[in-house]
């Protein structure tokens, strides 16, 4: 019983004398989200705006290109620059339902976001405003 409680003291002390925990920033959250391609799909306009819930929001439009034989809703896009922010994307396919998956790097904080919204999604025209976690790359 005492060796218990002389081990429990030991792995109290040492995470009470563990480094302290940074506070990480808020999720970011990417607010009235739309996506309108051309008739023949070789171009897509997306527009949104990057809320990082600590100052505010910022405007994004950016569009993609049809590339590589796919047409513009599957083609990867960007770099775009949006204010302190640079944004790229990728489409893919791999599931029963594709999805674009967006890569947002805060440029003077070095964190990133990886928002990513299906194609069922994206065509109803109704997509909600969602948060989502950002970390800093790994080097």
Known sequence: MQFSKSLFAIAVAATASAAPLVARDPDWIIQGLSRSCDGQDSSCTWQFSINNQLTDATACTYVV????????????????TCGDYTVTSGWSGQFVVGFTTFSVFDNTKNLIAYPAYDDNEIAAGNVADKPFHVEAPKN
């Open 65 to 80: 290109n049809a590339s590589g034989g796919q047409p513009a809703s599957r083609s990867s896009g960007g770099p775009v």
